[in-house]
C-alpha cells in the first residue's frame, strides 16, 4: 500500500478526491492525506473536525475482488490497525465500539468511514477513510465532551508520519490475511479489542431502539445483540449506546 500518495495542503474531504481518483482508475494501495479537511466527512452524514496539522486524515484505496456485502469488514481490519499502530506509537490502549469508533477514556480519539464503488454483486473499490485525532490540544466546546487526541490522552506529542507508516503496513498484513483466508481469523483478534461486547447496549437504529446485550460478531462483522427474551438481533448499521 502506499505506492501512490496523493498529499495534499488543504481539501474539502479525502475521500471525496479518492472517490473520483477511483473513476479515473488509480491502482489498488493509493493513498490520499491530507493536512486539513474543509469539510471532512464522517458516518451517517455527519462532519468530522479536521483542523490543520494536528490529526491523520487519509483515504485508502483498495480493489479487491469480493461482493459488496463483504465491505463492512474494511472497518473492522483497519480498525485493528489503527488500535494496534496507536498502542505501539503511544503508552496508550484505544478500544473499539462497534462498528468504527476507536475509543481511550471513553473518547473518540479516530473514526473510519468504509464507502464502496460497486455493482451489485461486485466491488470496484472500497475506499477506507481515517481520521484520527493525534496532535491537537483542545476541542471546540460542542465536542469537548466526546473527542479526545493522543496527545491529550498521553501528555505526549506523536509523529504522524510514524503512525501512518504503521496504519498501512497493519493493513496490508490484515487484508492479505483476510483476502487468503476470510474475516474469521481476524474476528478474535478484533473482538479483543471491542469495548462494545458483552456489555448491555442500546443500538439507535433508523428502525428504532434495540437494547440488549452485545455478544459478538458474525464473520460478516454484523453485531449480534440478545434482547431480554435471549432472541438475536444482527444489526447492520447503528449508533451504539454502552450503558454498562
Ligand atoms: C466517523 O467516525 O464518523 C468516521 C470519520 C472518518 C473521518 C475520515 S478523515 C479522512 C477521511 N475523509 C473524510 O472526509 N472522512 C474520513
Known amino acids: 500500500l502506499g505506492c501512490t500518495i496523493y498529499y495534499v495542503e488543504s481539501i474539502d474531504s479525502t475521500q471525496k478526491l479518492a472517490h473520483s481518483l477511483v473513476q479515473d482508475g488509480c491502482p ?3 493513498i490520499v492525506v491530507a493536512e486539513e479537511q474543509l469539510n471532512g466527512r464522517g458516518r451517517l452524514a455527519r462532519t468530522w473536525f479536521s483542523p490543520k496539522y494536528s490529526g491523520i486524515w487519509m483515504s485508502v484505496i483498495l480493489r479487491p475482488t469480493l461482493p459488496p456485502k463483504m465491505s463492512p469488514q474494511f472497518t473492522l481490519i483497519a480498525a485493528i490497525a489503527v488500535v494496534q499502530a496507536i498502542a505501539e506509537n503511544t ?3 484505544p478500544e473499539i465500539k462497534w462498528p468504527n469508533d476507536i ?4 473518547k473518540k480519539v479516530s473514526g473510519i468511514l468504509t464507502e464502496l464503488q460497486a ?7 472500497i475506499i477506507i477513510g481515517i481520521g484520527i485525532n493525534v496532535n491537537q490540544k483542545q476541542f471546540p466546546d460542542e465536542l469537548k465532551q466526546i473527542a479526545t487526541s493522543l496527545f491529550i490522552e498521553s501528555g505526549k506529542e506523536t509523529k504522524r508520519s510514524h503512525l501512518i507508516q504503521a ?9 492479505q490475511i483476510y483476502m487468503e483466508k476470510g474475516f474469521a481469523p481476524l474476528k478474535l483478534l478484533w473482538e479483543s479489542y471491542a469495548v462494545s461486547i458483552g456489555k448491555d447496549i442500546i443500538a439507535h437504529t433508523l428502525n428504532g431502539d434495540i437494547i440488549g446485550k452485545a455478544i459478538g460478531i458474525t464473520d460478516e462483522g454484523v453485531l449480534k445483540l440478545e434482547d431480554q427474551d435471549e432472541k438475536v438481533h444482527l444489526i447492520y448499521s447503528a449508533d451504539i449506546e454502552i450503558q454498562s
Not at 103 to 106: A, R, Y
Open 28 to 30: 489498488e494501495g493509493t
Open 91 to 93: 503508552t496508550l490502549h
Open 103 to 106: 475509543l481511550i477514556n471513553g
Open 119 to 125: 455493482d451489485s454483486d461486485k466491488v470496484h473499490a
Open 167 to 175: 496504519i498501512l503496513e497493519k493493513i496490508e498484513t490484515y487484508y
